[in-house]
């Protein structure tokens, strides 16, 4: 238990383990290559001003973010390192990119122009990258459509207060074991450059590979590559060679029993009485449920750690609250620490496993329980 937690379940962050992905992934990229930091999601849940400071320390000065609030975190928390902002930023905003100096993409002169206006009203310049829709089919310019393309971005590059950095694009399935579309999307994006520098506009800074193409797609990381969960120790997905990067999960988490009782054969547990006892049984209860990020839906296959004992979730998860059938744990007290995900060096509970037995990915599982849940860092 935590005292500065102020509650007894908490999502621990192994910052050392941050440390070592940062280290794995930098090998395995090359030193000539910009790392881009992806720590948007609150670090995907893992605390984005603690991450910030591991790469920091590691030498990264580019972070990326998804919201203009994530930026502003960073700076006040004292960042001076380069974010990308990785959304589109709709005109009403753009005020925030040239306050807090941040590195919008773009896919449309008109904002660019709304971009630059802003940034000449307090008598600055903005970088930007030149977004491409290679395949992921959610923002950029076409990448087909080429003529359209190269018109609207030289509109781009004659704005006084904005400067193109380069080329920015997404790979929607490069985490996939087949890479017949992530080869497509390469070759698109390959196109596309040559095609706009060959029109005169320079693109000095291409970056298009997230955590399964730095793993498994040399050919795509080009200048700057942009590793979002193999920070964090997760795999992008089932299909990839997880022997091409070695990783150690950075979140775990925690809580300690709050309410012990036992009960006989008939007694029901939860909304639904969906646990009924079918012998004299241990109930243990947890002050942590789904408002904290542990899925609703995981519950009839829910499986926690009890002093080295896997044991069952009973009924259904609450809001904030669920209780496990503690029966063959030995010697069970109020206090005991459940690992709800994470290992005791034998048994392990993963993201993957709770997203598996979920329908969803480890991103959305480590995100939602960064959410709530108070976060103890440790080294
Ligand atoms: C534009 C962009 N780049 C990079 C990433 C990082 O992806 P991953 O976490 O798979 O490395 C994301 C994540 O969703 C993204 O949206």
């Known amino acids: 238990m935590y005292k500065e937690a102020i509650r007894p379940a908490w999502a621990e962050i192994n910052l050392s383990n941050f440390d070592y992905n940062v280290k794995q992934i930098r090998a395995k990229m090359g030193n000539d290559r910009e790392f881009i930091g992806v720590i948007k999601a609150d670090a995907y849940g893992h605390g984005a001003i603690q991450c910030a400071e591991v790469l920091r320390e590691n030498g990264v000065k580019t972070f990326a973010i998804a919201t203009l609030q994530e930026a502003i975190t960073l700076r006040e928390a004292g960042a001076t390192e380069r974010i990308i902002c990785l959304g589109l930023t709709p005109d009403m905003y753009v005020d925030i990119l040239a306050q807090y100096d941040i590195i919008p993409v773009v896919d449309d002169s008109r904002n660019a122009r709304a971009i630059s206006d802003a940034a000449a009203a307090r008598g600055k310049t903005i970088d930007c990258l030149i977004a491409v829709d290679t395949g992921m089919g959610r923002i950029g310019y076409l990448a087909d459509d080429l003529n359209y393309a190269i018109e609207d971005i030289r509109r781009i590059a004659v704005l006084p207060n904005i400067r193109i950095l380069g080329m920015f694009s997404h790979m929607a399935t490069a985490d996939a074991f087949d890479k017949t579309f992530s080869h497509e999307q390469e070759a698109r994006y390959n196109r596309f450059y040559d095609a706009v520098t060959q029109a005169g506009i320079p693109l000095p800074f291409r ?91 995981y519950s009839a296959k829910a499986r926690v750690i009890v002093n080295g004992q896997i044991c069952n979730v009973a009924g259904n998860i609450c809001m904030d609250q669920f209780m496990v059938d503690v029966t063959d744990v030995p010697g069970v007290k109020v206090g005991d620490e459940v690992i709800v995900m994470g290992t005791d060096g034998v048994n392990t509970i993963s993201a993957d496993d709770i997203a598996d037995a979920t329908g969803t990915i480890n991103y959305e599982i480590t995100c939602a329980f960064g959410q709530r849940l108070p976060k103890v860092f440790v080294k």
Request: charged share 15%; net charge positive.
């Open 207 to 297: 970056t298009l590979a997230n955590s399964a193409s730095i793993m498994e797609l040399p050919t795509v990381l080009f200048d700057g590559c942009r590793p979002g969960i193999i920070l964090y120790g997760q795999y992008p997905s089932h299909e990839v060679d997880k022997n091409q990067l070695s990783l150690k999960p950075v979140m775990q988490v925690k809580a300690n029993i709050v309410h012990l009782k036992y009960v006989p054969p008939g007694f029901s547990c939860g909304y639904g009485r969906k646990f009924i006892a079918n012998r004299p049984s241990a109930i243990a209860t947890v002050g942590l449920g789904y408002a904290d990020g542990y899925p609703r839906p």
